[in-house]
């Protein structure tokens, strides 16, 4: 499929004339077609004042109006067959199936998030109906719900070309909950990024709805993004990359004469915690597991375990022997950018540079810089010096990770309390190791937003129960989720109905429950009607 290299502005091809730039294939250093045209300050305001324009009515729209829209969304997607497979794996170097499987999770949440809209609880509607015998006051009529937050603006991310970019589970989430959206695309994968746009630009066209809905617009973070944030329509950002990045979106955005949320998901170290029963019973299978979790996708995902925490000990030594055999075994990858690589080198450099590290073990492949190889490695550092240091928790954004040997299970303690918010938390633990088990269970309850026990944190799946979020650092708001249905709520907001007769109030707090929610009335879960 040919690419245009503009932005799509509510269904309008932008115009040349702004910086140009290219995607460039990190495995072979070749610069990819076309030219990409920088969206101009003006085409931002009309993108963003087409969502304020197309929210009024987009937010009218059903449940099964919405739900029609994501579905076709993801039939789109699908259609584009294995051109998207292959622009994906030019611009980003990962391979063909993982795209392949990446492209099924897209749609997976689509559909997902489209079932959630048609059924309609999610609105969370509740009802205490009118008491006016009440004594000494009557209570007034009051009905609750959650409604759309407004126009979403929605930053690609750059390890997750389609999961948590164009069509990924923020655009998902904002659409399911009745918001308009703006993507601004990921330098690094324009093409991919346009391909999915153009999905999803045919499927609004499609569902007839207003062309507003959606936009996708090209340009740098530090120009285009901003003035995104900063447009006066915004009223919401989902952000996936860099701590700095992040932030530097989050204080934009509180500075604004009217602030607005920014669902920021930035740096985690997910740290991994083997109890001395686990290291005895399984040392092999945790040796291979884990040089499998901090190497998959070379390194390169939120949740890579980048600490891992281990008593002294004989078994603990063996153990180490086994990783560092795993790890001489685990093959060199290309990263997603060139500017990428050379951030790792720079942190997991400053981390080894620190006194008390050293190695422990680096694969034996060497990584070739033409091809934006890294080259997988651990070190080792004692739980003294990383309570000394608080610099080593400091993220390497790819294959390297770091072991603390702690003298004591005080120790143990010590270091997760000295933590910083995390995405995930991982225990290795028996039975037997129950003792030392609970109060640091306790201890990363305050630290992480998901708690694993025996098993690795790389793997988010897409589902009712899940949460990927934490406190900050990890993201900007730990009460939401960027993965599971409830990500919908970081882009709704309750309003409460005071002693509105029936005719006005919208349909989930009907008396009659048209939409058949379940309902929360005079505090009891019901689909019946009010009486």
Same mark, same amino acid.
């Given at each position: ?27 072979? %250093? ?35 109006? @919405? ?38 999770? +897209?749609?997976?949440?689509? @559909? ?10 999610? +609105? ?88 507003? &809905? !959606? ?23 989902? !952000? ?123 694969? +034996? ?12 490695? &651990? ?78 944190? +790389? ?30 709520? @970081? ?21 009659? %429950? ?18």
């Amino acid at each position: 499929m040919s690419l245009h290299g503009k932005s799509l502005l509510a269904g309008v091809l932008g115009q040349t004339g702004g910086r140009i730039f290219h995607a460039v294939n990190p495995a072979t %250093n070749e610069r990819l077609a076309p030219d990409f045209h920088e969206a101009s300050a003006g085409e931002v305001t009309q993108a963003l004042d087409a969502g304020a324009a197309a929210f009024s009515t987009y937010r009218a729209c059903s449940g099964a109006e @919405r739900a029609k829209l994501l579905e076709t969304i993801a039939v789109e997607i699908e259609a584009l067959g294995d051109a998207l497979i292959e622009r994906a794996n030019a611009e980003t170097g990962l391979p063909p199936a993982r795209i392949t499987g990446e492209r099924a999770r +897209t749609c997976g949440q689509l @559909r997902l998030f489209a079932a959630v809209a048609r059924d309609g609880s999610w +609105t969370d509607a509740r009802i205490d109906p009118a008491l006016p015998d009440r004594q000494p006051l009557p209570r007034p009529d009051l009905r609750r719900m959650l409604i759309p937050l407004g126009p979403v603006v929605v930053f690609g991310s750059s390890n997750f070309p389609l999961a948590f970019s164009v069509a990924g589970g923020d655009v998902a989430s904002a659409l399911a909950a009745g918001c308009t959206v703006a993507v601004k695309a990921h330098s690094a994968h324009p093409g991919t990024a346009e391909l999915v746009g153009g999905a999803i630009v045919r499927a609004v066209a499609t569902c007839g709805l207003p062309a507003g &809905v !959606f936009s996708l617009i090209h340009g740098g973070g530090a120009t285009v993004g901003m003035a995104m944030v900063r447009h006066p329509a915004t009223a919401a950002v989902g !952000f996936t990359g860099s701590h700095a990045a992040g932030r530097a979106l989050f204080d934009a955005a509180a500075s604004r004469p009217h602030p607005i949320p920014v669902f920021a998901e930035m740096s985690s170290l997910n740290p991994v915690f083997l109890l001395p029963g686990a290291v005895r019973e399984r040392a092999d299978a945790l040796a291979q597991g884990l040089v499998g979790s901090f190497t998959l996708g070379v390194g390169q995902f939120c949740t890579k375990p980048g600490l891992v925490f281990a008593l002294r000990n004989d078994e603990t030594h063996a153990f180490l022997e086994k990783l560092a055999a795993a790890v001489h075994g685990a093959p060199c990858g290309t990263m997603l950018t060139r500017g990428i690589r050379d951030a790792f080198v720079m942190s997991r450099d400053k981390v080894t540079a620190i006194p008390g590290v050293r190695p422990l073990a680096a694969a +034996t492949a060497i990584s070739d810089t033409a091809r934006t190889q890294a080259q997988p490695s &651990v070190s080792i550092a004692t739980a003294a010096d990383f309570l000394a240091h608080p610099e080593l928790a400091t993220e390497a954004f790819g294959p390297f990770t770091l072991v603390v040997l702690a003298e004591t299970p005080g120790d143990f303690a010590a270091c997760a309390a000295s933590l910083e918010g995390q995405l995930t938390a991982t225990l290795h633990a028996t039975p037997l190791d129950l003792p030392m088990l609970r109060p640091l269970l306790a201890a990363l309850e305050q630290k992480a937003g998901r708690v694993l026990l025996n098993g690795y944190p +790389t793997g988010v799946e897409v589902c009712q129960a899940m949460n990927h979020g934490g406190p900050y650092p990890a993201t900007t708001d730990a009460r939401y989720t960027s993965v599971g249905t409830a990500a919908m709520m @970081r882009f709704a907001r309750p309003v409460c109905y005071q002693g509105l007769t029936d005719d006005l109030l919208p349909d989930p707090l009907k008396n009659a %429950n048209p939409l058949g929610l379940l309902r929360l009335v005079n505090g009891q879960p019901t689909r019946d009607p009010v009486r």
